[in-house]
Nanobody, 126 residues
Framework: QVQLVESGGGLVQAGGSLSLSCAAS????????ISWFRQAPGKEHEFVAT????????YYGASAKGRFTISRDNNKNTVQLQMNRLKPEDTAVYYC???????????????????WGQGTQVTVSS
């Protein structure tokens, strides 16, 4: 059992930056790919970024490419999402999710993930 906790959300002006963190408050991120998804009011979950267990591969959604960077520190059992040049349309609740690499399935689908955090609100003002 893995329990995920996100932190780092908040209010920022357009063009600013935020760094989100995902930590395991129980269990370990070992052997898990970690992804960030976001959900804006009235919309479906949107894939943001994934990092594999080894950290050797990262994938980004179209809205995140070139502006967001996902990284992980397996010694600290954390994953970070650095978000730069934020836009009002980035406003959403951001969730981290864990998927055991051995399980297979698409990194980009919410159905693949076993464990989810409670989410952290990111609000970007114009």
């Amino acid at each position: 059992q893995v329990q995920l906790v996100e932190s780092g959300g908040g209010l920022v002006q357009a063009g600013g930056s935020l760094s989100l963190s995902c930590a395991a408050s129980r269990g370990t991120l070992s052997s898990n790919a970690i992804s960030w998804f976001r959900q804006a009011p009235g919309k479906e979950h949107e894939f943001v970024a994934t990092i594999t267990w080894s950290g050797g591969d990262t994938y980004y959604g179209a809205s995140a490419k070139g502006r967001f960077t996902i990284s992980r520190d397996n010694n600290k059992n954390t994953v970070q999402l650095q978000m730069n040049r934020l836009k009002p349309e980035d406003t959403a609740v951001y969730y981290c999710a864990a998927k055991n690499e051995a399980r297979g399935g698409s990194y980009f689908s919410t159905y693949t993930y076993t464990y989810w955090g409670q989410g952290t609100q990111v609000t970007v003002s114009s």
